[in-house]
T-cell receptor
């Protein structure tokens, strides 16, 4: 199957700082990538849909100025959590879509904000 | 919008027995139904998927069935093994580039 990587796998930061998470499709090009967050023992919650070369589409209730998404190439999308606070601590997961519509997920990034 | 219900939330099965997880969806326009397995601290892994033009699909010990009329689909795992222990998510989607709607997950425990 298609391989999606995320970097970093985990990050700890101080409250008020910004954190950037990278999502890469390693062996295919993805015009569409998705960003999710997942709280412990819960399902995945879609945050935004990222399309290469255009602005991301955010789900209702997700602050676009706080969660900045950039999809500058067909193999890379980034999520920047700006001015992070403890309530932003979560497991962030990206997925990349292949032409058939199947989504492959990255391994996730665990963010802890102190 | 689409709503996906998944049952049960927790399932314990003796090693070697079969496990069945069931999902229902609400949007009749949904035509793609993937199943993901998530181990602790990892991202979801696609294990099998089915499209609406097919009623059943099998891959070794894993099979998925789809009933479009009733709007429900199921995951069947036979001859369960300890490594099958994980959280399983069903999902539904309408078309390419469209978002996937996930069920709430089923925590599967394989008992020795």
């Amino acid at each position: 199957g298609a391989v999606v990587s995320q970097h970093p796998s985990w990050v700890i930061c101080k409250s008020g700082t910004s954190v950037k998470i990278e999502c890469r499709s390693l062996d295919f090009q993805a015009t569409t990538m998705f960003w999710y967050r997942q709280f412990p023992k819960q399902s995945l919650m879609l945050m935004a849909t990222s399309n290469e070369g255009s602005k991301a589409t955010y789900e209702q209730g997700v602050e676009k100025d706080k969660f900045l998404i950039n999809h500058a190439s067909l193999t890379l999308s980034t999520l920047t959590v700006t001015s992070a606070h403890p309530e932003d601590s979560s497991f962030y997961i990206c997925s990349a879509e292949i032409p058939s519509g199947t989504q492959y997920f990255g391994p996730g990034t665990r963010l802890t904000v102190l | 919008g689409e709503n996906v219900e998944q049952h049960p939330s927790t399932l314990s099965v003796q090693e070697g027995d079969s496990a069945v997880i069931k999902c229902t969806y609400s949007d009749s326009a949904s035509n793609y139904f993937p199943w993901y397995k998530q181990e602790l601290g990892k991202g979801p892994q696609l294990i099998i998927d089915i499209r609406s033009n097919v009623g059943e699909k099998k891959d070794q010990r894993i099979a998925v069935t789809l009933n479009k009329t009733a709007k429900h689909f199921s995951l069947h795992i036979t001859e369960t093994q300890p490594e099958d222990s994980a959280v399983y998510f069903c999902a539904a989607s309408r078309q390419r580039d469209d978002k996937i709607i996930f069920g709430k997950g089923t925590r599967l425990h394989i008992l020795p």
